[in-house]
């Protein structure tokens, strides 16, 4: 292979992960630099929110964690009001139109002095601000600059995922966003989509090596399979999400593009490529840090990899596991250049190693199978959980659950209290001092009862950054709300199917207590001084009893 068919794009993409040490453009203000940024960057909705507040002369400060996407966010906003930045200078003012809006790229950056300066000098603009700042600094210089207590007002915007208002009465007011409460989730489709798009990838079309580059093969079977492949990553960065993992964009992009290279170049694959290389370094096998069935050891360094390998997305059994080791019929399950690699090399050359073929077949199930949405449906519950597609219903759409799902939760809910579930007759969840993971026993102190018919699951709505409404499943009694997290769903519905769980994360532990304590103290059950309340197991049913003090006996209704 000629150096003229090297393909630049393909460096770039290794240029955006960790996996080697040529990740120079990780950093968003080389990323703006690049030439490749612009096909491949995703304009988020985000930008129209800011971009409105900035036409509206506000004071902006935009915090989160490093790798959030700060500094890329700022140059979209500029660009979208009229002013296209090729470089991002530390602070300065730039003419946009009917107004001169300032921008501060990384507060982190400037000594104190120029801190406190800067931020004194937003509050007091007439015109628009913009402050990106890493939330310990932001902190730091507010402190300094405020004598009049608003840290804890501060910090309560940071925690709403549409930011707000703070008013300082001697300086003015800000627009406050943590970047790192915005979901990053939406951001996986289109970036993927502008990644396999773009037409940089005309130079790989000419290579004499294309038919046998993995890269190039990656390519062509996410362009084919798109809407699957993000689909899958998309569910698991919300499922991590959920389970307190989110991941900024400069995580999620490591990963895809990780996924799409394995750290390859042009001249490896030039030099080295054998046909099996298409499957070992399959898209789906990377997304997961192997080469094959071998864990590479670049991926270390890969967030994302390590989170989606912690969760073992890949290895859970699936409806389809029988038909896709044993058949051997490829071509009823993923598209036809895939189904000829895997024929070639696992039916006519008669790969030995089981173990590996089996895994390589499931995972590009996962990304690249084709199906019904009905054996898709029993897949994802297989590989996510049961309630998780309802979980993503109610997310994104507001579905309410039907009663039968009350029940369910209801039951789940009463074995954390006595250790059973619901009774098929009963009407009530009874409220006893049972400890977690105790044995049940045959006699408990009952502490109260709630009527089945006063509990209901509703559906919260709350604003996003996007405009588009997301919701919570709220838990509600009485004056009493509690939001059920997937955790705390997926623990539940293991319960209910009486699956005895032992190790629980401290996440989820206090979740469990809290959700409990609420119940406990919104109960208005009052008894007698002298009365102790007891339920008793009876034959398969729990039954309740008082047992009533006098001066010199016990006695029991």
């Known amino acids: 292979m000629t150096a003229s068919y090297a393909n630049p794009f393909v460096d770039y993409l290794n240029s955006l992960h960790n996996g080697n040490a040529a990740n120079q453009n990780a950093i968003g203000e080389m990323q703006i630099s690049s030439p490749f940024f612009d096909d491949t960057q995703v304009k988020r909705p985000l930008v129209s929110f800011l971009q409105a507040k900035v036409e509206k002369g506000d004071f902006i400060i935009l915090t989160g964690h490093a790798g959030d996407g700060k500094t890329t966010l700022l140059a979209q906003v500029l660009d979208a009001i009229g002013s296209k930045q090729q470089r991002l200078l530390p602070f300065a003012d730039i003419d946009c139109g009917c107004q001169q809006v ?13 801190q406190d300066s800067e931020l004194q000098s937003c509050f007091s603009r007439r015109n628009a601000s913009i402050l990106i700042a890493n939330t310990g600094p932001l902190l730091s210089a507010f402190n300094r600059l405020d004598s009049n207590g608003h840290e804890a007002d501060l910090l309560d915007l940071m925690d709403l995922p549409c930011g707000g208002y703070l008013s300082v009465e001697e300086n003015g007011r800000a627009f406050v966003l943590n970047i790192a409460r915005v979901d990053n989730t939406d951001f996986i489709k289109p970036y993927l989509q502008n990644l396999v798009a773009t037409p940089h990838w005309s130079a790989c079309a000419a290579c004499p090596s294309a ?11 996410l362009i084919e399979k798109i809407d699957r492949a993000s689909g899958f990553i998309e569910k698991a960065y919300i499922w991590l999400q959920e389970y307190d993992h989110r991941a900024t964009i400069r995580q999620i992009t ?7 290279t394995g750290g390859l170049h042009c001249n490896s694959v030039a030099s080295h490529c054998a046909d099996s290389w298409r499957y070992r370094y399959l898209f789906s096998n990377l997304f997961f840090g192997c080469e094959g069935n071998d864990f590479r050891e670049g991926a270390k360094q890969i967030h994302g990899i390590r989170l989606v390998t912690e969760a073992k997305f890949d290895i859970r059994p699936t409806c ?69 597609d309802l979980y993503l219903r109610i997310r994104n759409k507001g579905e309410k ?20 579930t619901l009774g098929e007759f009963s009407d009530h969840i009874d409220l006893t001092l049972r400890r977690n993971n105790e044995q049940t026993s045959n006699v ?4 109260g009862r709630i009527a089945i018919d006063n509990i209901a699951l509703k559906c919260e709505p709350y604003d996003t950054v996007s405009g588009q409404k997301q919701y919570h499943l709220v838990f509600c009694t009485g004056k ?27 996440m989820l532990s206090n979740g469990i207590d809290s959700l409990k304590a609420q119940l406990l103290s919104n109960d208005q059950t009052t008894v007698d001084e002298n009365e102790v309340p007891l339920v008793f197991l009876s034959g398969n049913r729990w039954v309740k009893r008082k047992l009533i003090i006098g001066e010199h006996s016990i006695d029991h209704d």
């Open 102 to 114: 300032h921008y501060v790229k990384d507060f982190s950056e400037l000594t104190k002095v120029e």
């Open 211 to 221: 038919e046998r580059c993995p890269i190039y093969f990656n390519r062509n079977m």
């Open 254 to 260: 490591a990963h895809l593009t990780y996924a799409m």
């Open 320 to 388: 389809v596991d029988y038909e896709l080791f044993n058949k051997n019929q490829y071509e009823a399950f993923y598209p036809a250049p895939l189904a000829g690699v895997f024929d070639e090399a696992f039916n006519q050359h008669r790969h030995r190693d089981t173990g590996i073929v089996q895994t390589i077949l499931k995972r590009a199930y996962l990304f690249f199978g084709q199906n019904t949405n009905e054996v898709d449906q029993a897949q994802e519950k297989e590989t996510f959980s049961e309630w998780f």
């Open 401 to 420: 659950p039907k009663d039968s799902f009350k029940k369910s939760i209801c039951s789940a809910i009463n074995t954390l209290f006595v250790g059973e």
């Open 444 to 447: 408990q102190l009952l502490s």
């Open 480 to 506: 009493m709300k509690y939001r059920i997290s997937l955790p705390l769903l997926n623990y539940f519905c293991e319960i209910y199917h009486g699956i005895i769980i032992t190790d629980i994360d401290p």
